[in-house]
C-alpha cells in the first residue's frame, strides 16, 4: 500500500507556471506507474499525464502536451507535474495517483491509490 501527499497548488495569472509534487510513503515507489489526474468542478475525474516505473514512458491529455512534463525521482519517492503556460481551463483540483500495472495506464479505475488532491486555479 502507498499514501500519497500532493502539494504545490495555488493561485497563479494565466500564461504563469506551477510545479506539483507528490510524496510517496512506500519504499516500494518505484514498483508503481503514476497518474496526474483533474477534476473540475460539475466535471468528471480526466487524465492528465503518465509515467511508467522507471520514468522512461510518458503520456499526456492533448490538451496539455507541449506545456506540461511529468517527471518522478524514484530516489525520493517523489512525483511532479511542471505546468508552463497555464490557461483558465487548466483550474482544477489535481490529484496524483499510482497503479500497479507497470505501464502507463489513462485510465482511472487503474488506479488504486490515490492522493487527497491539490488545487490549482489559474485567472484571466
Known amino acids: 500500500q502507498v499514501q500519497l501527499v500532493e502539494s504545490g497548488g495555488g493561485l497563479v495569472q494565466a500564461g504563469g507556471s506551477l510545479r506539483l509534487s507528490c510524496a510517496a510513503s512506500?519504499?516500494?515507489?518505484?514498483?508503481?506507474?503514476m497518474g496526474w489526474f483533474r477534476q473540475a468542478p460539475g466535471k468528471e475525474r480526466e487524465f492528465v499525464a503518465g509515467i511508467s516505473r522507471g520514468g522512461g514512458g510518458t503520456d499526456y491529455t492533448n490538451s496539455v502536451k507541449g506545456r506540461f512534463t511529468i517527471s518522478r525521482d524514484n530516489a525520493k519517492n517523489t512525483l511532479y507535474l511542471q505546468m508552463n503556460s497555464l490557461k483558465p481551463e487548466d483550474t482544477a483540483v489535481y490529484y496524483c495517483?499510482?497503479?500497479?500495472?507497470?505501464?502507463?495506464?489513462?485510465?482511472?479505475?487503474?488506479?488504486?491509490?490515490w492522493g487527497q488532491g491539490t488545487q490549482v486555479t489559474v485567472s484571466s
Open positions: 512506500a519504499r516500494t515507489f518505484s514498483y508503481y506507474a
Open positions: 495517483a499510482a497503479t500497479v500495472f507497470g505501464v502507463v495506464t489513462a485510465r482511472v479505475n487503474d488506479y488504486a491509490y
